[in-house]
């Protein structure tokens, strides 16, 4: 669901490039040319893992936490030309799976042992807001080097401290966090489609400075980390609505990477 309500600009070329596999991801996003207001990361988020599949011929399709929300139906994937695989760590969660998706329960930040793995056996793997839930960020990108094929790509999108809003959520207990984020978005509540997880925070940032030293020990040297600011929190609250805009163009502006908001973090596995 996307949170902001700044108007994204189109798709652009490059979610319809060729296969052309000795591309970086680097390359890949630099064609792209995303927008800065994290508008745009919701709305391209599908079609930038489409970009990446054809760009990178990328078919196995493995969605971290999916859940009871995936990217696609089976009928959707199948005319994408993709094999979605839905993975959680929950079996409620698998459960609410729309039917007729591969399913793989384990713990991405787990010893791999479950009998639902796959080591080297998906080309592209993604998640959308669930590495802020991740405690061991670190070692589930170390276990995402060994789960995929050689030239593989790997694409994590969420939230980032220190956007004050999510630092809040950061630093509140658990039980304040919840009642705050219950009042202002229903459907969040327990029992609802979106429910919410505690969150660790857990190398959830927004700079490749930070990011990157990371990512190169998980075995990635093909880094991409894409910066967003701005949210949609504060979207019925007048006056502190156009506070946060203009705080967070300016950010945007001067690349302040501490107070980033959401972040695409897209690696590539070596080819071999």
């Given at each position: 669901?996307?949170?902001?309500?700044?108007?994204?600009?189109?798709v652009r070329p490059a979610t319809r490039a060729?296969?052309?596999?000795?591309?970086?991801?680097?390359?890949?996003?630099?064609?792209?040319?995303?927008?800065?207001?994290?508008?745009?990361?919701?709305?391209?988020?599908?079609?930038?893992?489409?970009?990446?599949?054809?760009?990178?011929?990328?078919?196995?399709?493995?969605?971290?936490?999916?859940?009871?929300?995936?990217?696609?139906?089976?009928?959707?994937?199948?005319?994408?030309?993709?094999?979605?695989?839905?993975?959680?760590?929950?079996?409620?969660?698998?459960?609410?799976?729309?039917?007729?998706?591969?399913?793989?329960?384990?713990?991405?930040?787990?010893?791999?042992?479950?009998?639902?793995?796959?080591?080297?056996?998906?080309?592209?793997?993604?998640?959308?807001?669930?590495?802020?839930?991740?405690?061991?960020?670190?070692?589930?990108?170390?276990?995402?080097?060994?789960?995929?094929?050689?030239?593989?790509?790997?694409?994590?999108?969420?939230?980032?401290?220190?956007?004050?809003?999510?630092?809040?959520?950061?630093?509140?207990?658990?039980?304040?966090?919840?009642?705050?984020?219950?009042?202002?978005?229903?459907?969040?509540?327990?029992?609802?489609?979106?429910?919410?997880?505690?969150?660790?925070?857990?190398?959830?940032?927004?700079?490749?400075?930070?990011?990157?030293?990371?990512?190169?020990?998980?075995?990635?040297?093909?880094?991409?980390?894409?910066?967003?600011?701005?949210?949609?929190?504060?979207?019925?609250?007048?006056?502190?609505?156009?506070?946060?805009?203009?705080?967070?163009?300016?950010?945007?502006?001067?690349?302040?990477?501490?107070?980033?908001?959401?972040?695409?973090?897209?690696?590539?596995?070596?080819?071999?």
């Amino acid at each position: 669901m996307s949170l902001a309500t700044v108007t994204a600009d189109p798709v652009r070329p490059a979610t319809r490039a060729q296969v052309n596999p000795n591309r970086s991801v680097e390359g890949f996003f630099r064609e792209l040319a995303p927008d800065w207001h994290s508008q745009w990361a919701w709305d391209h988020y599908e079609p930038t893992i489409l970009g990446l599949a054809r760009q990178f011929g990328l078919r196995r399709v493995c969605e971290i936490g999916g859940g009871r929300d995936p990217l696609f139906t089976a009928e959707q994937a199948a005319g994408h030309g993709i094999d979605l695989i839905v993975n959680d760590i929950d079996a409620g969660e698998l459960a609410l799976t729309p039917a007729g998706l591969k399913t793989a329960r384990f713990d991405i930040a787990g010893d791999l042992s479950e009998p639902d793995i796959a080591r080297g056996g998906y080309d592209l793997m993604v998640s959308r807001m669930v590495f802020e839930h991740v405690a061991d960020v670190e070692q589930a990108w170390t276990n995402i080097h060994a789960l995929l094929a050689p030239g593989g790509v790997a694409l994590a999108f969420f939230p980032t401290l220190w956007a004050p809003v999510f630092a809040l959520n950061h630093l509140l207990p658990e039980k304040a966090s919840r009642a705050i984020v219950h009042a202002l978005f229903p459907l969040r509540r327990d029992g609802g489609g979106d429910p919410k997880f505690p969150a660790h925070y857990d190398w959830c940032r927004g700079s490749r400075a930070t990011l990157a030293p990371m990512l190169n020990r998980a075995g990635f040297s093909d880094v991409h980390i894409q910066r967003f600011w701005g949210h949609g929190y504060f979207d019925r609250m007048p006056g502190l609505k156009q506070a946060d805009h203009a705080f967070n163009a300016l950010a945007a502006k001067i690349g302040w990477d501490f107070v980033t908001t959401y972040a695409y973090v897209v690696v590539r596995k070596d080819r071999g």
